[in-house]
């Protein structure tokens, strides 16, 4: 765990900036004390990281907050969109220095544009932000999100952890045993009910998180016991194939 100064130094960002991360609910601390001091973990660090490649590549904050807390969110894709990015980025700048270079020789202005085109640039980012930003399913979240008070909204998230509990319980059976398959059904269901519509497609992609992403893992396997986060998985990918 790292304090917000710590980070601060560590990243370069400043501390306001990170506390106004917290506040939009960007970048939240791990874990905040009673003194109201925040802690980062790792978890935190990698999403600042990427938050930080994001605001690189000029996307505003809110619409990184979209594609990160995105229900289909992989860390990896990303991560090979941002690389993509980064090097339509570089070769528009190596385009732009060549420009001035050429002008900067021949000592005359060129009355030519091409070299200022981001319109690849432009597309690819649109691209990512339509696979990544603003879903259905993140709108539908969203809405139903509005209509809940804070304590609600406490109180949904404490259900579903008592269903990873239950499920926890069973890891003593396969996940192909009908009793783990018709809790993972109750899962989709409560999701369904209280986030978002939950498809296979989509319940799939959070059995991938729910072992891909530290932070989730480690709040579902102490709702269910050591192994939770896994053992949901593989009887997730059973339940959708």
């Known amino acids: 765990m790292r304090t917000v100064h710590e980070v601060s130094k560590l990243t370069g960002v400043s501390v306001r900036t990170l506390h106004y991360y917290d506040a939009i609910d960007l970048l939240k601390p791990a874990k905040v004390t009673e003194a109201g001091y925040r802690l980062y973990d790792d978890t935190a660090l990698g999403r600042l990281q990427s938050i930080l490649l994001f605001r690189e590549l000029r996307f505003p904050l809110k619409e990184i907050r979209e594609i990160l807390d995105s229900p289909n969110f992989n860390p990896a894709e990303a991560l090979e969109q941002q690389i993509t990015l980064l090097e339509l980025q570089k070769k528009h700048i190596e385009k732009l220095i060549a420009f001035a270079r050429e002008i900067q020789e021949k000592g005359v202005y060129k009355m030519e544009f091409d070299a ?126």
């Not at 209280?194 to 991938?208: A, F, N, R, V, W």
Request: overall charge negative.
């Open 116 to 241: 200022f085109d981001k319109s690849e640039w432009n597309q690819y980012a649109e691209e990512v932000k339509e696979r990544w930003g603003q879903t259905r399913a993140y709108e539908e979240c969203e809405e139903k999100m509005k209509e809940k008070t804070e304590n609600e909204v406490r109180d949904t998230a404490d259900q579903m952890m008592e269903i990873f509990a239950e499920i926890g319980k069973l890891q003593h059976l396969s996940p192909e045993d009908n009793r783990v398959q018709e809790k993972i059904e109750t899962l989709q269901s409560f999701i369904s009910e209280h986030y978002y519509t939950c498809t296979k497609e989509i319940l799939s992609g959070l059995g991938q998180m729910y072992v891909g992403d530290e932070r989730m893992k480690r709040n579902i396997d102490k709702a269910g016991g050591d192994g939770t986060a896994e053992f949901a998985a593989q009887a997730i990918e059973i339940f959708v194939h």
